[in-house]
C-alpha cells in the first residue's frame, strides 16, 4: 500500500499544469495554445487509438477542426516546443554522467503520400515494410530516461531526388538527403549546444559505423561505447598490429572474460561475460574494444569505446546496456502516448504530433521520476511509467462526457466513412 499512498493527484495536476506552460508562450494565439493542452491530455488519456477524431471527441468538441488545425496550420514552432521540453527534462533528470542513446524506430504506412514513405527494413517489423522512419535521440539518467529529440528521414531517391513529391509534402527548402547518422549528429550537437547535461553516447552499428559521429564526440569531449560489426578492424598491441574484431575475441583466454550485469531487464539483471582490450595508437588516449558475450549461446557483439579520462570495465558495461533504453522508450511511446497512431501525411504535422507526443511521454516520466519513495517496500516493483498513465487517468484525467455528445460523434464517424466508402467505389468504377 506505501505505493498507493505516496501518489498525490493534486500534485500530479501540478506538474501536469506545469509541463503546459513550459510550452505556452510557443503559442501565440489563444486556441491552438487551449488545443494543444486538450490534445496533450488526451495522449495521456485512455482513449484506444490517439488521432484528432477521437481527441477531439474527448476535448468535447464538436468536430476535429480544432485538432487538426493545430497539427496542419496553426502558428507554432515545434522545434521551439522540443526545445522546451528537453530542457525540462533535464532540469528533472539531468546527471553529468548521462548517456544520449540514438536509434531509429519504423512507423508503418499505407500508400504513398505520407513524406519520407517507401518500402524499407524497419525494426518495427522486422521486414521490410512500406513505412517511414524517424531518428530519435533518448535521455538516459540513474533518474529516468526519456526521448528528448527526433528527426524524420527522407529516402534519398525516393523522396530527395524528386522535388515535386517534396514540395507536395511540405518538406522545408533548406532539408536535404541525410543519412541516419548524420541526423543523429544533429540531434546530439544541439543537444550539447543547449547545455545539456551529458557524458556518454552509445548507438547500434548504423552509428558506430560512422567516423564523423565519432570524431564529433572526442572534439566535444564525449565519451561513447558505439556497436560495430565484426569485420571492422581495430589496431591492437600499441597500434602495431590490425585485426579483425572477430578475431581479437577468438584469442581471448577464458579467464580474461569478466561477468557483469548491463542492467536491468524485465527478466531479470542483463548478465553477460565481457572483455575488453585496449586500441589506443597514442600515449595517454583513452581507447578500447568493449567485447561482450551470451553466457548461453556464446553470441558476440563488439563496441568502439572512448573517453576523456580513464574509466573501470564496469562503466563502459554501463553505457553499453543504456542502449536498450531508446528500444524500450519506443515501445512505450507507442503503447502509452500513440507515438505511432498519428493520421498526417505532411512533414509539419508529422513533426508537431511527434513532438507532442514526446512531452507527454515527458509528463509520465517525470511524474514516476518524482513520486519515488526513497524507503520503498521492497515487495512492490517501483513505478513504472504505464502504472503512472493508470493512476493519473483514474486520479486526475476522468472526463465524464454527456450521452448526445457521444451520439453526436457516433453519427459524425459514420458519416465520415459513408462519404469515404462512396469515394472509394467512385474511384473504382472510374478505373
Known amino acids: 500500500m506505501a505505493a498507493c499512498h ?65 497539427l496542419r496550420t496553426a502558428v507554432w514552432d515545434a522545434d521551439a516546443v522540443r526545445d522546451d521540453v528537453r530542457s525540462w527534462l533535464v532540469e528533472q533528470l539531468g546527471h553529468t554522467d548521462a548517456v544520449l542513446v540514438t536509434d531509429e524506430t519504423g512507423f508503418l504506412k499505407k500508400g504513398l503520400c505520407s513524406v519520407g514513405v517507401q518500402r524499407q527494413y524497419t525494426g518495427t517489423a522486422g521486414r521490410i515494410e512500406n513505412s517511414q522512419v524517424g531518428v530519435f535521440l533518448a535521455y538516459v539518467t540513474p533518474h529516468g530516461r526519456a526521448l528528448i529529440d527526433r528527426r524524420l528521414y527522407l529516402p534519398e531517391t525516393t523522396w530527395c531526388d524528386q522535388p515535386d513529391r517534396l514540395a507536395a509534402g511540405g518538406v522545408p527548402d533548406q532539408v536535404g538527403f541525410a543519412t541516419k547518422p548524420a541526423l543523429a549528429r544533429q540531434m546530439i550537437a544541439d543537444a550539447l549546444d543547449a547545455g545539456v547535461l551529458a557524458g556518454w553516447v552509445t548507438a547500434d552499428e548504423v552509428y558506430g559505423a560512422d567516423p564523423g559521429l565519432r570524431a564529433d564526440l572526442e572534439q566535444r569531449q564525449i565519451g561513447y561505447v558505439l556497436a560495430i560489426g565484426c569485420d ?37 539483471p542483463r548478465e553477460y561475460l565481457w572483455a575488453w582490450i585496449t586500441t589506443a595508437t597514442h600515449p595517454g588516449e583513452h581507447r578500447w574494444l568493449l567485447i561482450r558475450r551470451n553466457r548461453t549461446t556464446g553470441e558476440l557483439a563488439f563496441y568502439l569505446c572512448w573517453s576523456p579520462h580513464p574509466v573501470p570495465l564496469h562503466t563502459l558495461v554501463t553505457v553499453a546496456g ?33 513532438t507532442l507526443a514526446i512531452l507527454a511521454l515527458a509528463v509520465l516520466t517525470i511524474l514516476a521520476a518524482t513520486t519515488q519513495q526513497p524507503h520503498a517496500d ?8 504505464a502504472e503512472t498513465r493508470q493512476l493519473l487517468n483514474a486520479l486526475v484525467l476522468t472526463v465524464t462526457l454527456p450521452p448526445e455528445h457521444t451520439l453526436h460523434w457516433s453519427i459524425c464517424r459514420r458519416t465520415s466513412q459513408a462519404r469515404a466508402r462512396r469515394s472509394h467505389y467512385q474511384r473504382r468504377q472510374a478505373n
Open 322 to 354: 543504456s542502449r536498450w533504453s531508446i528500444e524500450e522508450l519506443f515501445q512505450t511511446g507507442k503503447g502509452q502516448v500513440g507515438l505511432d497512431h498519428y493520421q498526417v501525411r505532411g512533414w509539419t504535422s508529422w513533426h508537431r504530433f511527434i
Open 378 to 385: 521492497p515487495e512492490i516493483i517501483a513505478l513504472t511509467v
Open 6 to 70: 505516496s501518489v498525490d493527484p493534486a500534485g500530479w495536476r501540478v506538474i501536469l499544469d506545469e509541463a503546459q506552460k513550459r510550452v505556452a508562450g510557443r503559442f501565440v494565439r489563444a486556441e491552438p495554445r487551449r488545443t494543444a493542452g486538450q490534445f496533450v491530455e488526451g495522449l495521456l488519456s485512455g482513449v484506444e487509438r490517439k488521432t484528432c477524431w477521437s481527441l477531439a471527441e474527448r476535448a468535447g468538441h464538436a468536430d476535429p477542426q480544432a485538432m487538426q488545425r493545430l
Open 232 to 268: 571492422r578492424r581495430v589496431h591492437v598491441n600499441d597500434g602495431r598490429t590490425l585485426i579483425r574484431v572477430d578475431e581479437v575475441a577468438d584469442r581471448i583466454p577464458t579467464a580474461e572474460w569478466q561477468p557483469h550485469s548491463c542492467g536491468p531487464g524485465a527478466k531479470g
